[in-house]
C-alpha cells in the first residue's frame, strides 16, 4: 500500500528536525572520561586497536575501528570522532519507523520516530564517542528482522541479516548478547520446524563474525569477574533506581504510563508480552551480574526499543480510524511536548562546559 503524502512530509521533517538535533555544538562539550579512551584507541592502527583490546580490555573492538577510520579521513578533534555515534543516532530514525510499521502499522511508526527524535538519552549518545550509538541501532535492526520472521517473512535473506547484525552487535557491546541470544531462542521455539535449520545456519554466521572476539571472554573474566582490584560500579538498588532516567529522562512518568496502556492493549497479541519477557530478564540479569563486575544502567538501554514498541502501540490504537492530519497533528505536538519535558537536559548539554581536554595530543 503506498504510503500516505502527509505521514511522508512528516516522516522527511522528523528526520531532519533529529538530524539538526544531533548535528548541533556537536563540538561544544569537550571529551569526558571514556570519550579520552576512545580519543586515545583511535591513534592506533587496527591491528594495534584489536591486540590492545583483547589483551587488556573489556569492550570489544568495532567503535574504536570506526574511531581509527574517522580520525584519518576526517582528522583528530571531538567533532570528527563524534561522527560514528552522530551517523548512528540519525540512523535510529528511519530504522525506528520501519521497525514500529513492522510491528505494528504506520502511526506505531511514525509514534516511534517521535520518541527517537524527541529522546534527549538518544540525542545525548549521538553527540559521545562510545559505542552506545552504535549497539543500538544494530539493535533496532536486529529486532526489525527478528519481527519479519517471527511474523511470516521467512525468506533467507532475513535469516541471514539476522545472524550478520547479531554477529556485528557482539563487536558493539557484549552485553547485547543477553537480549539477543533471548531473541533467538524464542525465534527457534516459534518458528515453524521446518525452518528451524535456518535459524541454526543463522546462529553460526552470527557465531563466525564474532569469533575474533573469543579470547576477550578470559581477559573479561580475569580483569572484571575474578579480579579484587576492579571497582563493581553501580549496586543493583541503585541501577534499578536509575533505568528510568536512563530511559526517559525527565519524561520518564509520561512513558510509564504509556509502556502499562500499551502492555494493555496489545495482552492478547502474540508479540510484545515475549519482548517485555525478554526486557525484564535482560534486566534481572544485569542486576545480578553487578554483584560480579561493573554494570551501569546504559548497558540496559536494549530494553529501550521495546518499550518504545509498547508506547507506540497504545498510541497507535488511541489513533486508529483517525484522519492523516488528526494523526499528524497529535503526534507533532507530543513530539514537542516530549521535548519540552526534557528541554533542562538540552539546555545543559548545550550551554555548560564540563570537561578539559589539555592532555590529548
Known sequence: MQRPRLFLM??????ILGSALRLYQLSFQ????EEVYSALMSLKNPAEIYFTVVASEFNPPGFYFLEYITRVLLGYSEWALRVPSLICGILLIPSAYYLGKEYKDEIAGLALVCFVV???TLFYYSQFARGYSLSLL??????????????????????????????????????????LSLLWVILFIKIRPDHQSRVIVSSIVAAA?????????????????????????LDAKTLLLMIPTEFFSSAFMVFGILVVMGAYVERRGPHLNQLLLIGVITIIVGLLVSSVTMMYARYFLYVLPILYLASASFISEILKGKSERVVVVV???????LLAVQAPDFIAHYTVQQYNCSILP
Request: proline share 5%; net charge positive; with cysteine.
Open 209 to 233: 563474525i564474532s569469533l575474533p572476539l573469543l579470547p576477550m571472554i578470559f581477559t573479561f573474566i580475569n580483569g572484571r569477574v575474578y579480579s579484587e582490584a576492579m571497582p563493581y560500579g
Open 331 to 337: 503526534l507533532l505536538v507530543f513530539t514537542l511536548l
Open 138 to 179: 544494530l539493535f533496532f535492526v536486529a529486532l526489525l528482522y527478528y519481527l519479519k520472521l517471527i511474523k511470516g517473512d521467512t525468506r533467507w535473506g532475513n535469516y541471514l541479516l539476522l545472524g550478520v547484525v547479531t554477529g556485528l552487535s557482539c563487536w558493539a557491546h557484549f552485553f547485547s548478547l543477553i537480549p
Open 30 to 33: 569537550c571529551y569526558w572520561t
Open 118 to 120: 524527541s529522546s534527549y
Open 10 to 15: 512528516t516522516l522527511i521533517f522528523l528526520f
